[in-house]
């Protein structure tokens, strides 16, 4: 009888035990067997379903623990699955542009873990990254490059005699790039397999403007249908898909043209932010977010910073002046135009898209015409419109002012390092360009570089936190390369540029308390030229020089100076970052690779003074 018991107990429990494990399979999400695309191709419309569910819960799980690109990521995932159930990745080649589209490639590429596990969100970068995986071919994070890279791609395996699938993924956004069109252009000639996937969310990063997307607009509402259509002009096959994010429908499309043999677009019409209703309603806060902001009402827009302060100023002088505009090339919010600043501006406020060439020769044009325009621009994507800053800009001496905004060393991943401004404006010929180290100076820049119309102007507008001193500032920056002696000493020169100003001040203070030596301190003002007056003085009574610049060393401000005195006594120290990409390393870390704290540069002094 006990037997009995014991074996119906048994029963009993092993039941139980399959039920739980047969709940347990039931529950298990999609996500967790998919492990490469081969995977994505077993599933069932039903699974693709559900494992989109579970992509966008990885998005979100990732984008609010480490911050990130969230709109257009949820926008695309429909289509990532489909793209990836219909061609061979990594055999077909699947062409990302800038990246803002490629967690939910990565998601079912090997690389799942980085967004479902907390511990390994920080493994996986934010961007297209070939050392991640075989299935991504470029490190990506300017936008407008996939066409040109793709149809690269696409000639040198036409002269391979391969075959394969060639795909570029494109959004509406990124097609104002200048490189976009020129990649347009010049691969509807191809006359073999290129596929181009318009991503149209109707949506850059802000709402975006020009007859490119009144042109997209007409196509959207003919459902495809309209003649006037620029890419059949061109000479593409095109295909619209109204539902872009309609699994069954994309796949039947990408079915439709999987070994096309000439270039075609398929432009599917997308939702940002789909299956997230406050990224659905609010597209453009929710294009990109910060650690910790969904399910709050966190801003990234801090009130009383340098953001804030320059549109106050612009809306002010706009006030005074109906010349004054103020331009981006879409990145509003990054440079603080606002909605309600951009509403209040009105006519004078310009948005050309992700064009920065075009922004860069439209101020110059501004300016040349009696227009006083302010251009802001994020140091990482200045450096796309160096041809026009030489030639457009300076080569004409356009009155024009850029303000430069996310310059200096930071953790940003490789593709958004902010350390190559100062060497790339400052060595060409005719600009100003001013590191203002406080509050009061950059008002008094804004003050002289907007009315003037002289000289070509930029300003390096500081990062952080905004300091005031609450003194006023008088300087008249018309009479150029004069720098502030804040400080007159001797023995030991300190030149901290724009940022790093207060970290000069720092040193001269423990130079002071160690050593007893009454430092000498300089705020140089200008990038783009030395005082030599002021270095000429400094060789009668001191023996070194340091300069401090939140930028790259090479080709920047304090080599300036150490060739100035490469014929002297004068000893030179320069600090600032290294020539290199780094990828979100802590700014801790960097600034004691750089040896860029008063302890570290002061153990370089005193090995320096020893000889």
Not at 53 to 61: A, M, N, S, W
Not at 341 to 357: C, H, L, P, S, T
Not at 520 to 536: C, F
Request: proline residues 4%; hydrophobic residues 35%; charged residues 20%.
């Amino acid at each position: 009888m006990i037997k009995k018991l014991v074996m119906l107990l048994a029963l009993a429990v092993l039941a139980q035990s399959s039920i739980y494990a047969a709940e347990q399979t039931e529950t298990k999400s999609v996500l967790d067997k998919i492990e490469s695309p081969a995977d994505v191709k077993q599933l069932s419309k039903k699974q693709m379903e559900a494992l989109a569910k579970d992509i966008r819960k990885g998005i979100l799980t990732h984008s609010n623990t480490v911050g990130g690109h969230l709109g257009s990521d949820l926008g695309i995932v429909e289509a990532t699955i489909a793209l990836h159930y219909v061609f061979n990745s990594p055999q077909d080649k699947i062409i990302f542009d800038v990246s803002h589209q490629t967690y939910p490639h990565k998601m079912l590429t090997g690389r799942k873990e980085g967004f479902t596990d907390p511990l390994n969100h920080k493994e996986i970068s934010g961007y297209s990254n070939p050392a991640e995986s075989e299935h991504d071919f470029f490190v990506l994070g300017h936008t407008s490059t996939s066409l040109s890279l793709a149809s690269g791609m696409a000639k040198a395996r036409n002269l391979k005699g391969e075959e394969y699938n060639i795909v570029a993924l494109i959004g509406d956004g990124s097609l104002s790039g200048g490189e976009a069109l020129e990649g347009l252009n010049n691969a509807a000639v191809l006359n073999s397999n290129f596929i181009i996937v318009i991503n149209d969310n109707e949506m850059s990063i802000a709402p975006p403007n020009g007859g490119l997307y009144k042109h997209l607009k007409e196509l959207r509402k003919s459902n495809g249908k309209s003649e006037n259509n620029m890419f059949k002009a061109l000479g593409y096959d095109y295909y619209y898909l109204e539902n872009g994010n309609n699994i069954t429908k994309l796949i039947e499309q990408f079915n439709a043209v999987k070994d096309t043999k000439k270039p075609t677009v398929v432009h599917i019409h997308t939702q940002k932010g789909h299956g997230y209703i406050p990224a659905e309603r609010n597209k453009e806060q929710y294009h990109w977010i910060l650690p910790n902001t969904l399910g709050t009402r966190k801003s990234r827009y801090m009130p009383d910073n340098y953001n804030s302060l320059t549109a106050d100023y612009l809306y002010n002088a706009k006030k005074k002046d109906n010349t004054v505009v103020a331009v981006t090339p879409a990145t509003p919010g990054a440079t603080g135009f606002t909605q309600i600043f951009r509403k209040k501006m009105g006519e004078n406020y310009v948005d050309v898209d992700i064009a920065e060439q075009h922004a860069v020769g439209y101020v110059s044009g501004l300016a040349k015409n009696g227009g006083k325009p302010v251009l802001a621009v994020m140091s990482s994507f200045i450096q796309r419109a160096y041809d026009q800053l030489s030639q457009d800009f300076a080569l004409n001496n356009a009155p024009a002012t850029i303000l430069v905004f996310g310059g200096g060393i930071s953790g940003a991943d490789m593709t958004h390092l902010g350390i190559f401004d100062i060497p790339l404006i400052s060595n060409i010929p005719n600009i100003v360009y001013l590191a203002p180290t406080c509050k009061e100076e950059y008002v008094a820049m804004l003050d002289w570089a907007i009315p003037q119309d002289k000289y070509s102007v930029a300003i390096k507008v500081p990062a952080g936190e905004m300091v005031s001193t609450g003194i006023k500032d008088t300087t008249d920056y018309s009479v150029l390369n004069k720098f502030k002696v804040t400080n007159e000493g001797a023995r030991i020169a300190i030149i901290g540029a724009g940022n790093f100003y207060r970290l000069a001040e720092k040193l001269q203070q423990n130079i002071k308390d160690l050593w007893g030596i009454n430092a000498t301190l300089i705020n140089p003002i200008y990038l783009t030229g030395l005082d030599t007056d002021v270095l000429e003085h400094l060789k009668s009574n001191h023996d070194i020089v340091i300069t401090l610049e939140d930028g790259c060393l090479d080709g920047g401000f304090g080599q300036k100076i150490s060739a100035y005195y490469s014929n002297s006594k004068i000893k030179v120290l320069n600090y600032g970052a290294k020539k290199e990409f780094t990828d979100r390393v802590p700014v801790k870390e960097l600034y004691e690779r750089y040896r860029l704290t008063p302890e570290l540069i002061m153990q370089d002094i005193d090995n320096l003074m020893k000889y």
